[in-house]
Every structure is written in structure tokens, then in C-alpha cells.
């Protein structure tokens, strides 16, 4: 349904998009609020800037791979004029670049504001569940399933996965000779654990998302990166709990929580009010096309 519907929007009129843009635009005062703090977040960048020479017109972008993050921005694209151009930068590279770009990923330290987040890639990574468990009837371990192809992932599990308290197992493909590759875990197997360990990748972990709308604890690291949901601004013992780089502290939290489960369902309350935010439709639209228009306004295409 999602590749139907981004092939359908290439036959609607321009017409439609600029009436329907007006429509999203209409905010109340709060909303306005709301999306100007995104915006802002989103795109740092706020002094003019020349666009580069290899920048893509909007008339003349046409699909390539990989076609979810295609689709994704040109979905916002529709509204503006097609001879406006634009610098991008799909896949989960996260180096910076010398000039603005829309990127799915970028670091959270440092001098980023030349790379512009865009909600890229999002059926993948924007998935929230409903949780039928509550924190107290779910086993006490920590349960963690995914590819390590990264050596911090890798150096982890060959750690820990035969830890008493945890259930962690790599899903590489293909299929490794080592101990600790396992079968894959579905999303509902998972939350019958009261602990879900978070772990980067090549930037975000893509489970952390469904994570803190679960009714599990999320552990994690301090994230190093962030994307469209503001990774940046989750905050440790609030959102999630964090754990030492070397995972050193790891059974000292696992105790504390199982037995101050009051306390971890505290922390889960929050990231679910975190996660709040997203879940309006008509907002995320009109923070996304605010987004590009500051961007096609700093770069002097009115």
C-alpha cells in the first residue's frame, strides 16, 4: 500500500498539492509552537546559503534506491515548485557535509547543522505497537535480537549472550558458525521481556521506536545519533535507562529495576508521552513541509 500510493501521487495535479498545502498550514497557536520547535530542530541551518551545482531539480527527480527514502521526501516535494533544487543523501552514512543536505541520520554532538533531517525511510523505522503486557507480568531479562555486522555489536554479544539474565542472539545473514547466532524474535515474542536492550547500528537502532512505546524498559547506550525522532533529546533515567559504554553496569541495573519496578514504569510513562509528538498525522506534514521550505527560502528559491 505505501509504494501504491507514493506511484499514485505522481498523477495528481500540482493544483491539488497547493490547495491541500494551505489546508496543512492551517495551525492553531499551539500547533504553531509545536512545529516551530521541530522545524528548528530539524534544520539548524538559518543563515543563506548558495545551492551547489549538482543539487537535483524537484521536476527532474526520479526514482532510485533506496526507493523507500525516494519516496519519503519526494512525498513532501509534490508542493513545491518542480524547478526548485535540492542537495540529499540517502542510506545511513551520517558524515557531514561542507553545504546544507536532507539526510535520514546525523550525529547528535559536534556541528551538524548542515545536515537537514527529513522523516526518511520511516515504514521501517516509525513503528509504534501496543504492548498487551504490562511491566510486571513480563519475564525478568533482558532480551535484545538483531544483525551485528558493527564490531561494538559484535564485541557485546560474544559477552553476554550466555549472561542468566539475558536472551541476546545475532540474526546475521547469512548465517554465522558461532554460538551466539539465533533465531530471529517476533516484535511479540520480544515483549515478554520486562528489559529491551537498544543498540546502534550504522546509526540508530531501528527497534528503538517500538521499544519506548512498549510497556518493556528501554536500555541503551547514549546515543551518538539521531534522526527524525529527535534522539537528542531523550534523556537518561527519564526516556530510558542508560548504560555504561562497556556495558559494565549492566547487571547493577537490571537489579534496581526489577526490584524498584515502580521506577521503571515511570521511565516507560515518559517515553510514552515522549512519543506522543508523532502520532499526529497533520502535524508531521506540516512540520515536514515547513522543513523544505526553510530550506528552499535560505537558498533563495522563493
Known sequence: MFYIQAILRDFIPFSIFKNRKKYVMTLNKSDIELVQKRVNYYCKQNKPFIIQSDAKMIGNFKKEKPSAYFYDLKQYLYYFNPKFKFNYRFGDDTYLEQYPFFVKARPISGNNHHAILMNLDKHRHFLFIKDPYSFRQKKELLVWRGAAYQVHRKKFIKEYYLH????????????ENVPWQKDK???????????????????????????????????????????????????????????????????????????????????????????QQFQNPNIEDAISISVLQRYFDLSGQH
Open 164 to 175: 542468566p539474565r539475558c536472551n541476546i542472539g545475532q540474526t546475521n545473514k547469512p548465517i
Open 185 to 275: 524474535l517476533s516484535i511479540q515474542e520480544q515483549l515478554q521481556y520486562k528489559f529491551i536492550l537498544s543498540i546502534e547500528g550504522n546509526d540508530v537502532a531501528t527497534s528503538l521506536k517500538w521499544t519506548l512505546s512498549s510497556n518493556s524498559l528501554c536500555l541503551m547506550v547514549k546515543p551518538k545519533f539521531e534522526t527524525w525522532f529527535m534522539e537528542g533529546l531523550l534523556i537518561a533515567g527519564v526516556h530510558y535507562v542508560e548504560l555504561n559504554s562497556d556495558y559494565s553496569d549492566l547487571d547493577e541495573k537490571l537489579e534496581y529495576y526489577i526490584e524498584h519496578p515502580e521506577e521503571a514504569e515511570r521511565i516507560i510513562n515518559n517515553a510514552h508521552k515522549f512519543i
